[in-house]
Every structure is written in structure tokens, then in C-alpha cells.
């Protein structure tokens, strides 16, 4: 008979799992002993549990299939907690196991004892405790729970004690999440008559609509009708940025002429619009909405007219889109092709400055079209959201659910994991650096090909710009402050250092040539970003 460590290690690969990162506790043995008895499974120690979860998440972002990731009692949990909620926010399938009190301990004074069931609660889908009787059956419930819409994380907490004892009952198969129910004829009849009715129709594409297959249909929409389209940051890729319809990112670098778009709108048709990101509220024009999601429109309606909320499959409702022969609209794709051609041109670096512009711009062309690029959070992300041309959604990997700095080097390196064969790198601030720096040891010992770019200007920009705006001092974002640099290795992983874009250019060649990670420390000028990001979301 199986243990229920043994149970539980073949149920992770039976749902498709490949790796579980994390920090190993006493309680955690039998686990890892089991783990490494399965053909598949890997366990992968990391630094520290919070960007151990991002890994997860990441796995499980780009695979579709749940990432898996551990922590132990107290300080364990709660340091996972982190890279959980990102999978909460950004919607990634994700199992987290935590060690737990037996159930005599559960309500004493112990040593790192603590609630682990409502920590987890408002950061996980649903959050769990292992039953002897039920190992398979509930981590095969849990994966299939966390890949159904929207995606996220599950909790499963281990009681202690319980992983040597024999698991009752049989290994349970796993079957993917059900289909998505079909808007209703009369809901989607409704949604034709607003979109055949208006002047100036917008498309708004949001991070539910990445997860399907759909980027044809919204082309196909678009361009046949010449309709504008909008993406938020994370649906990155939906729409390429040369399409005469690309209109730009929402609440990115130079947000404000994204704007002079969509507010002209009469009506916004918001695709697979996940608020989590960023709320209708904040840039809507005063149009109708039609909200086409898995999942019902979250906006306050007091204020704004939710003309059709079309819940279910959303290429079902795009198909239906596609068959409308409109009588055309009146959008000047002229004057849309100059406003972007302006706009990609305040995003262009000036000739011989070294500022984020020029080490972002020299980086795409550096990387492949299909290489894959984890940004950290910062004022660098703004300008990535707008001027980083993304050829697909899974090319380039943000926060903007969750937006924790320490994202950039754990995405990387769960990238690279998940997608052996496609270059990877990841684009830092030296803030987000400080967060998870220590994982650089796992590429290390992994010997993972990741170039990780540090865009180096001694501050934590985005806050110091909002503190000059309103007149304050700095105090509280000066980072790193004097010459002070890596040095030529930094963990055992070769630094490779520039200060103009001669340096960086060949800092980079150097870098993607490297047998195994490398360091690219790029000091820039930050007070390029002063002009660009924070912009106005409406006219």
C-alpha cells in the first residue's frame, strides 16, 4: 500500500506536474523521498519561499498545468503567501502545501503555529487540509479546481505526522476542468444590435482573453471593421503593435495619447477584461460597455451603463462578432496610424543617451522574436507595457494583478523551466534586485541560460517621481547610493557591467553567449522615465 507522501507525489504527476519549488522542512521528508521516487517530478529547493511561488506560478502560467510549491509551519507559510496571492491576481493554476499542526495541536501554543487555513483563505480559490482517506481524490480536486476560470491558486495544508502512514483508497485520475457555458442567444443577440448600432466602436482587450484561443478572431474583427483596439499590460500580444488597428496599452508609458483613442468610443466592447488589473472606472469613456469575460463585469453601474454583460465562452461570442457584416464605422485610421507613429516615437531613445529607452530598445533586438521576457515591477514596467513589442502574450511575463516587486528573476527562472528551447531573460530594477536576488543561486545550480538585466538608476523610481510631483523629497527611495557595483561575478554568475550602449550591447552578447545564467548591469539615466510614465488615462 502507498504512502500518502508516495499518494500524493504520483497524484501531482498524474495532473501534469513537473516541479515543486520550495524550502524542505522535518515534516517535509517523506515528501521529498517520495517526490524523488516519481519519474517527472522535481523537487527544486529555492532561497526564499516567496519567490519560490512565483516560479510555481509561472509553471503553471505557461503550461496550463498547476505549479506546485511548499512552505513550512509559521514563517514558511507566510513567506509563500506572497507568491500565492500573485497567483490569485494574475491567474495562474497553482497548488500550494504547507505543513500543518496534527489536529491535537491545532488550537495550542506551539512553537510557529498558526492559522494556516485563514491565511491562506482570501489568497487561494479554496484553501483545504489532507484527509489519510482522500490523498488522490483531493489533489486531483484541487488541480482541476484551480485551472477552471478563472484560474488561481488552491491550498492544501499537510498535517504533520501524516505522510508516513498508509494512504486509503485508490490513485484518482485526472480530467480537466469542464467547457465553458455558451452566452445565451438572447444576451448575445443584444450585444449585435449595440456593436451594428454604434458609430465608434472600441475593442478592449483584457488578460482572460490570453488564455484562449482567439487572437485571429480579434484581428479578424478589428481589422476587418476598422476598429480601434486597446490592451491591458498583461494581454500584451493580443494585437501586434504594427496592426493598423493597435491603438496602444492602457495605464502604461504616455497612457494620456492612448487616450486621445479611446475616448472618442461611443461603445466599448471589453474582450476578456479582467479589472484585476485595472478598473473600468479609472479610463472608461461615457459609452456603453459590453463585457464579453468568463466571468460577470465587476464596475459600478451607478455611474456607468453595462449595456450587455456576456458571460461564458468567450470565443463564442467573438465568432459571433466576426459574422456581422457592419455598415461601416467612422474611425480615422489615418489619424489612429499618427498618433501611434508619434507615440512610438516619444518611446524611441535619444541618440546618445543611455536611459531605460535605449537598454530596452537594444535588448528587442538582441532577443528572438520567440524569447521570453519576465519584467519586474517599477517604472521600467510602464515603459515595457507601451514600448516593448510583444509577439505573442506568453513572450513577455509581468505582475499587474498583484504588482510585487521580486517577480522579474523567479519568472525568469520558472520560464526558462517551463520552456527550455526559447531564449529567456529577465528586466530588472535595482529595487526589485534587492527582493529576490538570492534566487540567482538556483540558475546557478541549475545552470539555466537566463540573461538577467538589471537596469541600474540607484532609486526606486516610480515612487520618487510621484513624490516630486507633489512637491516632497526623496527620502525613503535612494538605492544603493555612491559607485557601488556587483563586481564581476555575483553568486558564482558572471556580471557583465555597461554604462553607455556600446558597453551594453556587447555587455548583452556576451551575456546571451554565457553556458548557464548571467548579469547584465546596466547603469542608466532615471530621469528618463520623469516625462513618460504616470500619465493622465483620459483626455
Known amino acids: 500500500m502507498a504512502s500518502v507522501a508516495e499518494q500524493l507525489a504520483r497524484a501531482l504527476r498524474e495532473v501534469g506536474t513537473r ?17 524523488g521516487e516519481v519519474d517527472g517530478l522535481e523537487f527544486i529547493l529555492v532561497g526564499h519561499e516567496g519567490p519560490g511561488a512565483v516560479m510555481a506560478d509561472v509553471c503553471g502560467r505557461l503550461t496550463g498545468v498547476p505549479g506546485a510549491c511548499f512552505g513550512t509551519f509559521g514563517p514558511g507559510a507566510t513567506n509563500l503567501a506572497t507568491g500565492v496571492g500573485g497567483a490569485l491576481l494574475d491567474r495562474s493554476p497553482l497548488l500550494a502545501f504547507t505543513d500543518e499542526m496534527p489536529d491535537h495541536l491545532l488550537d495550542r501554543r506551539v512553537q510557529m503555529n498558526i492559522d494556516h487555513q485563514a491565511l491562506f483563505h482570501p489568497l487561494t480559490k479554496l484553501t483545504t487540509r489532507l484527509e489519510a482517506d482522500r490523498v488522490s481524490e483531493m489533489v486531483i480536486e484541487a488541480a482541476r479546481f484551480a485551472t477552471a476560470e478563472p484560474p488561481g ?18 490513485a484518482a485520475r485526472f480530467h480537466p476542468a469542464g467547457t465553458l457555458p455558451s452566452p445565451t442567444p ?13 458609430k465608434k466602436p472600441l475593442l478592449a482587450v483584457g488578460l482572460s482573453a490570453t488564455r484562449f484561443d482567439v487572437r485571429p478572431l480579434i484581428a479578424k474583427i478589428a481589422g476587418e471593421n476598422r476598429i480601434p483596439v486597446v490592451l491591458t499590460p498583461m494581454a500584451k500580444g493580443m494585437l501586434p503593435e504594427d496592426h493598423p488597428a493597435y491603438a496602444g496599452v492602457l495605464f502604461h508609458a504616455l497612457s494620456d495619447e492612448v487616450a486621445r483613442t479611446h475616448q472618442e468610443a461611443d461603445l466599448v466592447l471589453a474582450i476578456g477584461y479582467d479589472p484585476v488589473e485595472f478598473s473600468y472606472e479609472e479610463w472608461l469613456p ?3 460597455l459590453v463585457h464579453i469575460d468568463t466571468t460577470p463585469a465587476d464596475i459600478d453601474t451607478s455611474a456607468h451603463d453595462l449595456a450587455c454583460d456576456v458571460v461564458g465562452d468567450i470565443r463564442m461570442a467573438l ?13 480615422d485610421l489615418d489619424a489612429l496610424a499618427e498618433r501611434r507613429r508619434a507615440m512610438f516615437d516619444r518611446l524611441a531613445p535619444t541618440a546618445g543617451a543611455f536611459g531605460p529607452r535605449a537598454a530596452l530598445a537594444i535588448l528587442r533586438e538582441i532577443l528572438p522574436d520567440e524569447g521570453i521576457m519576465a519584467c519586474d515591477v517599477g517604472a521600467h514596467t510602464h515603459l515595457i507595457g507601451q514600448m516593448w513589442p510583444t509577439p505573442a502574450p506568453d513572450r513577455q511575463l ?11 528573476i523567479p519568472a525568469a527562472i520558472g520560464a526558462r523551466l517551463s520552456r527550455p528551447d526559447q531564449p529567456v531573460c529577465a528586466v530588472v530594477g535595482d529595487g526589485g534586485f534587492l ?30 517621481i510621484k513624490q516630486e510631483r507633489k512637491g516632497y523629497g526623496t527620502a525613503g527611495t535612494p538605492i544603493r547610493t555612491g559607485n557601488h557595483r556587483l563586481g564581476d561575478t555575483f553568486l558564482g554568475v558572471p556580471v557583465f557591467g ?19 545564467p548571467a548579469i547584465v548591469e546596466a547603469i542608466i539615466d532615471g530621469s528618463e522615465y520623469d516625462d513618460l510614465v504616470l500619465r493622465a488615462n483620459r483626455t
Open 435 to 464: 527582493m529576490s536576488a538570492g534566487e540567482l543561486d538556483v540558475a546557478r545550480r541549475l545552470n539555466l541560460k537566463v540573461v538577467f538585466v538589471i537596469l541600474t538608476d540607484r532609486s526606486l523610481s516610480l515612487i520618487r
Open 398 to 408: 509581468m505582475t499587474n494583478g498583484w504588482s510585487s516587486m521580486g517577480f522579474g
Open 498 to 516: 555597461a554604462a553607455d550602449s556600446d558597453e551594453y550591447r556587447s555587455a548583452l552578447t556576451q551575456a546571451f553567449s554565457t553556458d548557464g
Open 319 to 331: 465568432e459571433r462578432l466576426a459574422e456581422i457584416e457592419t455598415p461601416g464605422f467612422d474611425w
Open 186 to 198: 438572447a444576451v448575445l443577440d443584444r450585444m449585435e444590435e449595440l456593436f451594428t448600432g454604434a
Open 19 to 35: 516541479y515543486l519549488f520550495g524550502v524542505p522542512s522535518g515534516g517535509w521528508i517523506d515528501y521529498l523521498e517520495a517526490i
Open 286 to 288: 461615457d459609452a456603453p
Open 153 to 170: 491558486p488552491v491550498h492544501i495544508g499537510l498535517p504533520l505526522g501524516m505522510a508516513s502512514h498508509d494512504a486509503i483508497g485508490d
